[in-house]
């Protein structure tokens, strides 16, 4: 592809704005979404109920 040429250019132009206006377009309803949850609901959206394990014991019961 010959990146001197104007219409390579214009292509590429083109597709940088279009990407930057998807970019911002998703931005701000991802702004939008996380403004509608409460730091609790946040929370509770990271929560697990797995147990802590001891790595070093686990390394021992698959060693033997």
């Known amino acids: 592809m010959n990146y001197k ?6 292509l ?3 597709q ?3 990407s930057m ?13 996380i403004g509608k949850y ?3 609901e946040i929370d509770k959206m990271f929560e697990t ?9 686990l390394e021992r019961k698959l060693s033997i």
Do not use: W
């Open 5 to 10: 040429s104007e219409i390579v250019k214009m």
């Open 12 to 14: 590429y132009g083109v």
């Open 16 to 18: 940088h704005k279009l």
């Open 21 to 33: 206006e998807e970019f911002e377009k998703q931005a701000k309803i991802d702004n939008e979404t």
């Open 38 to 40: 409460t730091d609790e």
């Open 49 to 57: 109920d797995v147990p802590d394990i001891s790595l070093d014991e």
